[in-house]
């Protein structure tokens, strides 16, 4: 027994690597062992769940399904806004190929975004992205020493001057273009090429002392007067139209010969090249069907062929209510009326029923319930019949232009926006389809669709002066985007598109060979928004995701008609940003370029509530794009005057601005001193 405890001890005491307890007591090598215990199912660390799965393990299985639908919401909605953002980032580049020359790639991304604009500035910018800037040329120097120092001219380019040099002179910087710059490394940029020192003390020299001299405001007229001058002057002529108003009373009668023959004189002096004047359907035609009365228009017509001015005429199927000016009040013909108050089905309709006179229902194009005629009849009638009492001025040539009414205010839309029932801006309008006629027309698509029970307006797109985000029709993810939303809204644009081919077909059998004019409107509120409501209820299907105008315009190109576009000129301030999500740039780039892609011609009219002349300016602008490869120009412009009692006080010192631009002339009269 002690020779087994001695080579017990001595075991392990040379077993260096046994760490046990001096209390555990360890069998000898020589006995037999037991077997080993079984190992212990070995246990894995469970993840700990994250987000909606672990809202969905908290809350138990009966949440697990509410789980999955708002994941598979958060997925939908992360696409709408990737659309969105793609339709922007499109656009973008677009409009930099077609304005600015840029030769940017099909598949362009930011990195050459970045790289064309950096080249336009002036920088150096290698194949490696490697962008850096050279230092100016001395020709520079030279031309500014030449420069006289005492006209505001040179005081504009000394400024400008004092600047770049100063930017040129500090150390040139280098900078890596790759997939991880962003916004925050330009700003680090920027702000590693200035000089501390002159950041703080400033730089002084005579160039310096002289600016500081000058009186600011000064300097920002004289480059304002510099830029319309240079930018303006020798380009491209395009005539200027002006709208007569308030020329002929409801008796069809010429009111006040001399004050008119005043005003054509005072606009031929101008150099206008000729004016427009509107013939209501409700004063030639006003008190019985197919008995024409244009006396009033004859002896308008014959002073404006001595005038020596060029003449368009508006077929203007519409109501007119006036203005604060006291100009006349137009309504449709009385015969029309009476009509009316027996099938008031004949007039558009919202929702709640109530009735919009303003024109007639598309529903009744094909419907004989004008005292046996239908309305594009009625319509082909009244053009047959001007184009007969006026072929004179026609074969000689006064007569250069008809625009043919095709809606509310002579545009093509629906009467979605009526002051007078309560619409107020910017609120997304009402759809008007809800007379008798166009819904049977609903009511016949939604069963060759095969859901009858889609044959129903929405009910949830709110009132005239709804927010999108309001109503559940036009919110993002509304229903407009839905298969009901889809059909419904590309119903109500076809049937827009089919009333102007109607009345388009008819019309060119009556003018023949004569330039056809249809207006189209600018409803730019909502215009940033996913739906673009207020168009929606117009009747232009243009969503984010949906090209709402090019489908119209197929149809206009069809019969070779000029485009009117009706040009706001706005300067968004930023509070109506907010309000309305308001966008005229941006709708006036896609009417425009989607117009002209197709081979439309394109002509412009100002909006009633541009008259500045900053707003002038950024028409003309549209009207000459500036940099366009294709040289696109608007064929003609309309300057739509203001009331009388403004006329007064402002004169006609903005139409003469307007058409001097207009025609390329020079400014030097207009600029301010």
């Known amino acids: 027994m002690n020779s087994n405890a001695d080579s017990f001890s001595d075991d392990l005491i040379s077993n260096p690597q046994t760490d046990h307890p001096p209390d555990v007591l360890l069998p000898h090598p020589h006995l037999p062992q037991p077997p080993p215990p079984p190992a212990p199912p070995q246990q894995h660390q469970q993840r700990r769940p994250r987000g909606f799965a672990a809202a969905a393990a908290t809350a138990g299985p009966a949440s697990a399904g509410k789980g999955k639908r708002e994941r598979e919401k958060e997925k939908e909605r992360t696409k709408l806004r990737e659309r969105h953002r793609r339709a922007i980032t499109s656009r973008m580049l677009a409009g930099l190929r077609q304005y600015g020359n840029f030769p940017l790639p099909a598949r362009a991304d930011m990195n050459d975004v970045l790289a064309a604009l950096a080249r336009e500035a002036g920088w150096t910018v290698e194949a490696d992205g490697t962008t850096y800037r050279q230092s100016p040329p001395p020709s520079q120097l030279a031309t500014f020493s030449a420069r006289s120092m005492d006209s505001p001219a040179s005081a504009a380019s000394l400024k400008n001057y004092g600047v770049k040099t100063t930017l040129d002179s500090q150390p040139s910087a280098v900078m890596r273009m790759d997939e991880s710059l962003s916004p925050a490394s330009l700003d680090s940029v920027v702000i590693a090429e200035k000089d501390p020192k002159s950041v703080k003390y400033g730089q002084t020299s005579p160039i310096n002392s002289v600016i500081e001299c000058l009186d600011a405001e000064q300097l920002i007229h004289d480059v304002s007067s510099v830029d319309q001058q240079s930018v303006f002057t020798g380009t491209d002529f395009v005539p200027v139209y002006v709208k007569l108003d308030g020329t002929i009373n409801n008796y069809c009668q010429l009111v006040d010969r001399e004050g008119v023959r005043q005003e054509l004189n005072h606009i031929k002096s101008l150099s206008a090249d000729g004016v427009i004047v509107d013939c209501w359907w409700g004063i030639v035609e006003g008190w019985n069907p197919q008995r024409y009365v244009w006396s009033g228009y004859r002896e308008l017509f014959h002073i404006i062929r001595e005038s020596k001015l060029k003449l368009q005429v508006v077929l203007a199927f519409h109501e007119y209510g006036g203005n604060d000016s006291g100009d006349i009040s137009v309504s449709l013909p009385q015969w029309v009326l009476e009509i009316g ?69 002579g545009e093509l839309k629906y009467p979605s926006f009526p002051e007078r029932m309560g619409w107020r801006y910017p609120g997304v309008g009402e759809f008007q389809c809800y007379d ?168 412009g009219e100002n909006a009633p509530s541009c008259y500045d002349r900053d707003g002038f300016m950024r028409i003309v602008e549209m009207a000459k794009p500036r940099n366009d490869p294709d040289h696109h120009r608007f064929s003609f412009f309309v300057y739509h005057q203001p009331s009388s009692l403004v006329q007064r006080t402002m004169g006609f010192s903005e139409l003469d601005f307007v058409i001097k631009c207009m025609h390329g002339g020079i400014l030097e009269d207009l600029l301010p001193c």
């Open 436 to 603: 008798k006629y166009l819904q049977q027309n609903l009511r016949k698509a939604a069963k060759m669709r095969g859901h009858s029970f889609w044959a129903r307006g929405p009910d949830n797109a709110g009132q005239f002066n709804s927010r999108p985000h309001e109503t559940e029709f036009f919110c993002e993810r509304g229903d407009y985007d839905s298969y009901y939303g889809r059909f419904f809204l590309q119903w109500y644009a076809q049937t827009l598109m089919d009333h102007a081919d109607n009345v388009l077909s008819l019309a060119n059998l009556a003018f023949e060979e004569a330039n056809i004019i249809v207006k189209v409107p600018a409803v730019y509120w909502w215009y940033k928004t996913a739906s673009h409501a207020a168009e929606l209820t117009a009747g232009y299907y243009n969503p984010t995701n949906q090209d709402g105008y090019s489908p119209v315009f197929e149809v206009l190109k069809r019969h070779s008609v000029t485009l009117k576009f009706v040009c706001s000129g706005l300067q968004v301030l930023s509070q109506e940003l907010d309000e309305g999500s308001v966008d005229p740039e941006g709708l006036n780039w896609q009417v425009l370029n989607s117009a002209w892609d197709r081979g439309l011609a394109v002509a």
């Open 341 to 409: 108050k027996e099938n008031e089905d004949i007039f558009f309709a919202d929702r709640e029923g109530r009735r919009n006179t303003e024109c007639l229902s598309w529903g009744i194009d094909k419907e004989r319930v004008l005292k046996g005629r239908t309305a594009i009849e009625v319509y082909f009638d009244f053009m047959r019949s001007f184009r007969t009492e006026f072929d004179d001025l026609f074969c000689e040539g006064l007569i250069t232009a008809v625009e043919i009414g095709l809606g509310p205010n």
